[in-house]
């Protein structure tokens, strides 16, 4: 699943209308689209903001380490060797605030420029600021929280912030359609990401720990496994298929099993135990 | 699988984070001018990247990336417990560079570290410093290639050449660099020296197929260890860690007569033997990581929190490949 933070609707609409996305009924904080495979938030501006809506949304559609989450908007360029319209993929986001930096790890392909994306509790102007107090090659004012927030949910190669440049900080007024426009032109650059994730997980063996497997759950709730018992079933299983590279085939005679006390699960416990050591 | 894995993840070193401290040090210059390609991205303290929460160990090492640092604090640890001291006093350990490229399946670094990342310190000057503090106490046997692969990353960082030019002219120093390498060509200039001691991990074909797919083939490891040994340097052989497998007896006889046969038993310094064994903490963390791995999920048995195999099957393996390697070494030169 891919998970989509945008700052304003202005940003997400680009996305929402490629990907066909559409808009949650139900009473929510957030304004939430869904569609195949990805779900988009509309956070609202500032680091709170997209950190609040960040979780909300890895909580609310329970987020695994298999899922991505992105951050999308546009920012302002410190230089101007990033041209108006560059997509940059943030190798290193700072809190300008806290100074906390963060960093995603850039493990799959993708075509974007790349940067450090500076994020500011208030607009910045370069008229005001002196450059020399700005770190980032770009700045926001959502990026630090959302990935702040996404890092208690995701692995850091699963995260990451895309920022298309706007203006040069020199106070520009914001003009939707422009925006549109911006975030419209790297759509393609952004489906080709998601792309090699996708990949990648092809990839990936499963990580088994995230739930148990269906025949654990089985055995267990016929056996009145304690909690622990259940664990480390669910570890000689997982212990079993490495050895084995196969499912334990014996294992489906206790599937029918329903014990009538804990004493009788123990024994069938016991028995289990010794056919998956070998 | 392959194709998948090439056309989606970037390759390795495509990035370098460089702690802001060391951005003008000698050794960070060399290493980026290496790597003209990378995106160079500073940080404030290596463990800012390196110790970051849920990384994913597996995913990383498709796609390591370099963490230039400066090493602060302790910089040469007592030489632990569960590693073979060959008979030397004042037996110590350091570490340059954290992590391997070569990613063997049942490696301790996938449980001892929270990223694949290579951390490489710079300031190598500290280290020699420390050492030579140390040798104003005492003689130190100090082994430097256990939690990376030294002479694997010599063509990224030359830290074997500067440690054998540092260490050779020191008579109370003794060095340990262990490898699996065949990169040998890469320190072939140097003189050999008497205190410096190259040590060869050997597996069986099938256990380098199977589990350290990255490293190179026994044969390119042997030619390697010969050319060393011809030329004049101290060379070790470890048969450690021995796995057990089907076949396994079939597969170290091979290892063994291969061995000797490609190289001249009287110029091998010594050997040491070990089957398999990991600290219970390590051990858990592989098998959270490792999801489908035979070697890590084997019913291991805990004595004093290292796992191994069962004492009987351990006592067995010993006493075999301890057997076959005594055919060609006296009894004196092999440690187990």
């Known amino acids: 699943m891919f998970y989509i933070v945008t700052a304003f609707h202005t940003e997400a609409k680009p996305i929402i209308e490629h990907f ?8 929510c904080r957030f304004q939430v689209f869904v569609g195949d495979n990805i779900v988009l938030v509309e956070s609202g501006m500032s680091i709170v903001a997209s950190a609040a809506a960040t979780s909300f949304l890895l909580t609310e559609f329970g987020a695994g380490t298999r899922d991505v989450a992105l951050n999308v908007g546009v920012c302002g360029a410190k230089e101007k060797s990033l041209k108006k319209g560059d997509a940059i993929l943030c190798h290193k986001i700072i809190n300008h605030d806290t100074k906390r930096a963060f960093y995603p790890d850039i493990i799959v392909k993708h075509a974007m420029k790349e940067g450090v994306l500076e994020t500011f509790s208030s607009p910045v102007d370069k008229g005001e600021y002196s450059e020399s107090r700005i770190e ?3 700045v926001d004012m959502e990026g630090a929280g959302f990935f702040e927030a996404a890092s208690f949910f995701l692995p850091p190669h699963k995260i ?8 040069y900080l020199d106070g520009e007024r914001v003009d939707p359609v422009r925006v549109w426009e911006y975030i419209r032109g790297n759509i ?3 489906e080709n990401l998601m792309t090699c994730y996708n990949v990648l997980d092809e990839w990936c063996p499963e990580f088994f720990d995230e739930e148990e497997p269906e025949i654990v759950r089985e055995i ?9 018992m259940t664990y480390q079933l669910k570890f000689m299983v997982r212990s079993y298929m490495a050895r084995h590279k196969r499912e334990p085939e014996a294992l489906k005679e206790f599937l029918n099993v329903k014990v009538s006390s804990k004493n009788e699960g123990k024994i069938y416990f016991e028995r289990i135990k010794e056919i998956l050591s070998h | 699988m392959k194709g998948l894995k090439k056309y989606s993840v970037i390759k390795s070193f495509s990035h370098i984070y460089v702690e802001e401290g060391v951005m003008d040090h000698p050794v960070t210059r060399e290493i980026i001018g290496k790597f003209p390609g990378a995106v160079k991205i500073g940080i404030k303290h290596y463990k800012d990247v390196f110790c970051r929460p849920r990384q994913n160990f597996i995913v990383q090492e498709m796609s390591r990336k370099l963490i230039l640092a400066r090493k602060k604090g302790e910089i040469i640890y007592s030489g632990p417990e569960v590693c073979q001291d060959f008979g030397n006093k004042n037996f110590y350990y350091t570490s340059p560079i954290l992590n391997c490229i070569y990613g063997c399946e049942y490696c301790y670094l996938r449980g001892m570290y929270p990223s694949a990342n290579i951390v490489v310190f710079v300031n190598i000057e500290d280290y020699f410093k420390e050492v030579e503090n140390l040798l104003k106490q ?6 430097l290639s256990y939690d990376t692969d030294l002479l694997a990353m010599e063509r990224i960082v030359p830290f074997t050449s500067r440690w054998i030019v540092h260490a050779s002219d020191k008579r109370d120093l003794i060095i340990e660099i262990r490898t699996k390498s065949a990169n040998y060509s890469a320190i072939r200039q140097l003189p050999p020296a008497g205190n410096i001691i190259l040590a060869w991990t050997l597996s069986p074909s099938e256990v380098i197929e199977k589990y350290e797919q990255k490293t190179p083939s026994l044969e390119l490891r042997l030619k390697s260890i010969k050319k060393a040994a011809d030329d004049g340097w101290k060379v070790r052989l470890c048969f450690d860690p021995v796995l057990y497998f089907e076949n396994w007896q079939r597969a170290y006889d091979y290892l063994i007569n291969q061995t000797f046969a490609t190289i001249q038993p009287e110029k091998i310094y010594d050997a ?3 089957v398999f064994r990991i600290s219970r903490d390590y051990l858990k963390r592989m098998r959270k990581i490792a999801s489908a791995s035979e070697i890590i999920f084997y019913p291991y048995e805990e004595r004093n929190g290292i796992y191994s195999y069962p004492e009987e099957l351990k006592e067995e393996i010993l006493e075999y490949v301890f057997g076959l390697v005594r055919k060609y070494l006296p009894t004196e030169k092999i440690f187990i």
């Open chain 1, 20 to 27: 066909g996305l559409k808009k949650i009924t139900r009473p």
């Open chain 1, 136 to 138: 980032g090659d770009v």
């Open chain 1, 160 to 167: 990451h912030c895309v920022k298309v440049v706007y203006d």
């Open chain 1, 188 to 190: 393609p650059l952004i």
């Open chain 1, 220 to 228: 267990s709730r016929g056996l009145k496994l304690s909690v622990t």
């Open chain 2, 138 to 143: 005492q003689p130190v046997y100090l082994c």
């Open chain 2, 272 to 274: 040491s033997i070990g």
